[in-house]
């Protein structure tokens, strides 16, 4: 055991968590039955078993099923309310999380178009106020795109964003698995329009990209993707570990100041890295070249983790020095692109 990096009352900024990840099993169960949703396990107990990345989980591919069922019981306006709410509210009870940005995909919650876009997203921003109405918090919402959807569905979800840029929604993001037979590099350079239709409203960028291939017998693919990203002029990317692996992007993003938003815990259980030690291998990297991180959770209900227990493990691995763990939250709630 080591001593806790912070005391209990310090507040936290957490910038990288899904909605479809962040909300507790029994919020998540009570929805579903409250929308008379057929939920494939016979208990509350298998079911938040199964929603949990465990050791039985396949990886990200694993990850992906489980978020299907999660965006599944949040497809409504009133399950969004509530997931967001819950969230929200949750984190600043359980971690003193002040800074708070949340993401998720409304395209993903809306029953295959059968619910409008709008009303969604309308209600994620209803399920903010009312959080930060309850607590002294600072939250804000990211709309994610997906890597399978068709640019035009990928343009819609960030003109919702500019419409509701002015009303909780910060950012724009994109993530999700592959298309199907697919491999990387994913043509991150298409974005470029979208990302500077967000940039012209006033949006901030951060990109899913460099998550995968740590491990890969040819990394130059991944590397690729990320460098891509890199040139649209993202001001922050989710994960992008494997520049770890490359000392010139390291370099570009530490010239920069684009923000790495590093998920530990996350990266172990999807088996984006080998193990603990890569994980502390990477950050320690990363950090000694001069990359600005900030640290996250990916979603703590569905990781099975918690914001603190992400700095106390980076410390106790000696991936970073206390001093630069508690820099990390500073620099986290310096760089949000929540307004002050
Ligand atoms: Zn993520």
């Given at each position: 055991m080591i001593d806790p990096v912070f005391a209990p009352d310090e507040p936290l900024a957490e910038l990288h968590a899904h909605l479809g990840g962040g909300v507790d099993a029994a919020t998540m169960w009570e929805l579903a039955h409250e929308q008379g949703i057929k939920v494939p396990y016979p208990d509350y107990w298998s079911f938040a078993a199964a929603t949990s990345v465990g050791s039985g989980t396949d990886g990200l591919d694993g990850l992906d099923r489980i978020y299907h069922l999660t965006e599944l019981i949040q497809s409504s306006p009133e399950g969004v309310f509530r997931a967001v709410h819950g969230m929200i509210s949750g984190a600043y009870r359980s971690q003193r999380i002040t800074t708070h940005e949340v993401r998720f995909n409304p395209a993903k919650r809306n029953r295959g178009g059968e619910r409008d876009l709008d009303a969604i997203v309308m209600a994620a921003v209803h399920g903010l106020d009312r959080a930060s109405l309850e607590y002294p918090v600072r939250a804000g919402i990211v709309l994610m795109m997906d890597r399978t959807f068709p640019p035009e569905l990928n343009a819609q979800i960030v003109e919702r964003a500019v419409r509701f840029a002015s009303r909780g929604v910060v950012a724009v993001d994109i993530g999700g698995p592959r298309p199907r037979g697919s491999g990387a590099?994913?043509?991150?350079?298409?974005l470029a329009p979208l990302v500077r239709r967000a940039r012209e409203a006033g949006l901030g960028v951060t990109l899913h990209v460099?998550?995968?291939?740590?491990?890969?017998?040819?990394p130059g693919p991944y590397l690729e993707e990320m460098r891509q990203a890199v040139a649209l002029g993202v001001d922050r990317i989710g994960h992008g570990i494997i520049a770890a692996f490359e000392p010139r992007l390291a370099e570009s993003l530490a010239e920069r100041g684009v923000v790495l938003e590093i998920c530990p815990t996350s990266n172990v259980r999807t088996r984006a890295v080998a193990g603990e030690e890569q994980v502390a291998e990477v950050v320690f990297a990363l950090q000694a070249a001069g990359v600005p991180l900030v640290v996250a959770t990916d979603g703590p209900e569905m990781i099975g983790t918690r914001l603190r227990a992400e700095y106390q493990l980076l410390v106790r691995l000696g991936a970073l020095t206390r001093a630069q763990a508690r820099e990390a939250n500073e620099r986290a709630h310096r760089v949000t692109f929540i307004p002050a």
């Open positions: 590099p994913w043509d991150y350079s298409a460099g998550e995968e291939g740590v491990n890969a017998p040819d």
